[in-house]
């Protein structure tokens, strides 16, 4: 057969590929290959039937191929063969032996003379050692060594910072601590045209600095995109509506407290569209914390008929569940969202917290350890423990457990404020007041009337001290916040009393 009748043929499994007809694409692939026995036909077929879902077949042709050890492209897809099928020690076999320090750098043991031969494409690649630092850190995390598997995401995306998978991982299974997010970005070598790119990492990170802070990152990625293209301001506006920017800014204002607007910007992205699950998750927690129960039952039967095999769906039932009061369906619920996706976050929190609504302290305390060694860079687990331990009135150990939340993430004000419970609880009234100012001080938005407790512990901390002028003052702010506690008003008016008590 003639050279151009066999790109011809090439061009066919191409279109075959693009329009996903992957049984036509298997079937001249494979005649393309018998004809030139080229490297790069057979790769092209290995691919088609992976594509096709021949996995061991795929495996068995690229295994068979003499350039399998040599050419990386080969080796990466026979690993990824092996990922399909679950065999996660031959996958890391087939990937090479290497090392990755805790700087995410990575040293080849036997790959030095390893080839990698590109195909004929103008198009930006991402790097190939990247993608093989990624599908280890997912073999890793198969095998539940969940230490290797962040360090190989953090070469992956330190390899390649266009690898977001590898970033996403990071982030969404909570592998890092707020600092170490911070640093990993900072570390990132972008190239000059991805300035956007980084701005829009920045933003994707834990989120509880002071709101100018964060505002100034939507700012500089909005910036950026307007240097990137500055003859065509369509880039800009599209970036500026962008439903996974818009969903971060969501994410945000979930995280200050800002529960009403948060549900009101992810209400108008999903119905941009429905099924941006990021999005979907915040928008869940917010209806949650708004007890919106209509809501959460459209957005769970929805997900359910959609997505019945995905973790989300059955955590959607939960919070449904969970807002009416229903503990025990909450519960089941939640279980089977981490028996569908055993590394879902919300899950087991939520998890968790179904038990401790009803006082479970033992089966609570159980779900947020898990969570804790699952998640090491989320506080939640830990802090939830912290106040279960606070509940049995074992405020030492409580006190021990707010540490290690602070350690994990030291801007969350809510650290602070049960650090000042605790104090409180154990008589230590300075060091009481001390908390609940830096609380006060970390809180990224305008006091509203979610921090109206801490405000009335504040005064009741400077009210066991005597000073009572202090008290009155936050008293006052406290009504200010809330005018409907009672409790308030009467620690206002015992506050009055011991004042002109004293005077006498």
């Known amino acids: 057969m003639r050279e151009e ?29 018998a004809f030139t026995a080229d490297p790069a036909d057979i790769y092209m077929q290995a691919q088609a039937l992976f594509l096709g879902r021949h996995y061991r077949r795929a495996f068995h042709l690229l295994n068979a191929s003499k350039i399998v050890l040599s050419d990386l492209r080969f080796r990466y897809l026979a690993a990824k063969c092996l ?67 962040r360090l190989w995401y953090k070469a992956a995306i330190k390899a390649d910072p266009l690898c977001y998978e590898a970033l996403e991982c990071l982030i969404e299974n909570h592998m890092l601590t707020c600092q170490e997010e911070a640093n990993l970005i900072s570390s ?43 003859s065509d301001t369509s880039f800009l506006r599209s970036l500026k509506s962008n439903t996974d920017l818009l969903a971060c800014k969501a994410e945000y204002y979930h995280q200050c407290g800002e529960y009403q607007k948060c549900f009101d910007l992810t209400y108008v992205l999903l119905e941009k569209d429905l099924f941006h699950l990021k999005c979907t998750l915040v928008h869940l927690a917010a209806a949650v914390e708004l007890g919106h129960s209509n809501e ?88 939830y423990i912290g106040m279960e331990c606070m509940r049995t009135h074992s405020y030492k150990l409580a006190e021990q457990f707010f540490i290690q939340a602070k350690s994990t993430c030291p801007s969350d004000p809510l650290v602070y404020n049960e650090l000042g419970v605790v104090a409180y609880h154990m008589k230590e009234y300075k060091k009481a007041v001390w908390w609940f100012e830096k609380t006060l001080a970390l809180i990224p938005t305008a006091l509203s009337e979610m921090w109206e407790s801490t405000v009335v512990n504040l005064a009741h901390a400077y009210r066991k001290l005597k000073m009572y002028r ?18 308030t008003y009467a620690g206002l008016a015992y506050t009055y009393h011991l004042q002109i008590v004293c005077k006498d």
């Open 470 to 487: 202090e008290a009155i003052s936050f008293y006052e702010k406290a009504l200010a916040l809330s005018t409907r506690s009672v409790s």
């Open 83 to 149: 990922e399909e099928l679950k065999e996660w020690d031959q996958c890391l076999s087939m990937l090479g032996e290497a090392k990755v320090d805790d700087e995410g750098n990575v040293s080849d043991t036997k790959d030095s003379n390893v080839m990698y031969l590109d195909k004929d494409c103008e198009d930006r690649e991402i790097n190939i050692s990247s993608a093989i630092c990624f599908l280890r850190g997912k073999a890793y995390e198969a095998l539940e060594n969940r230490a290797q598997a």
């Open 188 to 230: 990132l070598q972008f190239g000059s045209e991805d300035g956007w790119l980084s701005s829009f990492y920045s933003c994707l990170i834990k989120k509880y600095d002071k709101e100018n802070v964060v505002e100034a990152k939507f700012r500089e990625l909005e910036n950026e995109s307007c240097k990137s293209d500055q």
């Open 296 to 383: 959460l039952y459209l957005m769970a039967c929805n997900l359910v008929k959609d997505y019945p095999q995905m973790a989300l769906s059955w955590f959607a039932v939960g919070c449904y569940y969970y807002c009416i009061k229903k503990y025990d369906q909450s519960r089941r619920y939640f279980s089977k969202a981490t028996s569908l996706d055993g590394t879902f976050p919300p899950a087991w929190i939520g998890y968790g917290n179904a038990y401790a609504a009803q006082e479970e302290g033992d089966q609570a305390m159980s779900a947020y350890r898990t969570a804790a060694r699952l998640f090491p860079g989320c506080h939640l687990p830990t802090l």
């Open 5 to 33: 009748e066999i790109e011809k043929l090439r061009g066919v499994v191409r279109d075959c590929v693009s329009k996903h007809l992957y049984s036509s694409a298997i079937f001249f692939a494979d005649k393309v290959a």
